[in-house]
């Protein structure tokens, strides 16, 4: 006997790691955020973001390089964003609001309007990152995108919170639970009405 049962559909973010950085802090976060996401929600990093050139509005208007549009198409195909910043002079790193400012294009249809955006960051210092945080917070305005109020996720200290690879903080841990958990119900929020609607399976 068959009957209909429906499930939510898988989302899908695109994650971003704001430092080039070989044994970055914050490619350790990420690379613990993929490991701590809940089931309906696949993250998966952007592979190019190293190839990023610097901005250049003139080159946006021609049409922008190819690994520039290939993170347009992937912000703009993913139901949220993931961020895991470090923090630089008290403020957001270069490489970051460089790769920001060419995504923001074109203003007001660039695919990050009303779009989710979970924002972290892990740093050796005692203030984690929350200067860069609140500054990437701002630009998100003029974007009109949605960032996950709370909880706010800073990894101080990182030097003595990875073993391993892996994110030995259990507080931070259940902050990313959290953080994740928000995003999930705030892309479903956000989300048209038609892409709300849950997936037909057929159920023996």
């Given amino acids: 006997m068959t009957s209909d049962v429906t499930r939510p559909r898988k989302l899908r973010a695109v ?3 704001g430092s080039l950085r070989t044994d970055s802090y914050n490619q350790l976060l990420l690379d613990n955020v993929i490991r701590l996401s809940p089931d309906e929600l696949d993250i998966y990093q952007f592979p190019r973001f190293a190839e990023i050139p610097l901005f250049n509005e003139d080159q ?14 992937a912000v703009r195909a993913a139901d949220a964003i993931v961020i895991a910043t470090p923090e630089y002079n008290y403020g957001v790193p270069g490489v970051l609001k460089n790769a920001l400012d060419w995504i923001s294009m074109p203003p007001g249809n660039s695919g990050l309007e009303g779009k989710p955006i979970a924002l972290m960051g892990a740093s050796p210092s005692i203030l ?6 609140s500054q990437l917070r701002q630009s998100f305005v003029a974007t009109d995108s949605h960032v996950v109020n709370s909880p706010e996720v800073f990894v101080t200290r990182a030097h003595t919170r990875f073993e391993d690879g892996v994110l030995t903080d259990s507080g ?10 928000n995003l999930v119900q705030l892309i479903r929020t956000v989300e048209p009405a038609d892409v709300r609607l849950t997936e037909q399976v057929a159920a023996r």
């Fill in 60 to 73: 946006a208007r021609l049409g922008p390089p190819e690994a520039v549009a290939e993170l347009q198409a």
């Fill in 172 to 181: 931070s841990t259940k902050l990313i639970g959290r953080l994740l958990d």
């Fill in 128 to 133: 984690g990152t929350a200067r860069a945080q």
């Fill in 15 to 17: 994650a971003i790691v």
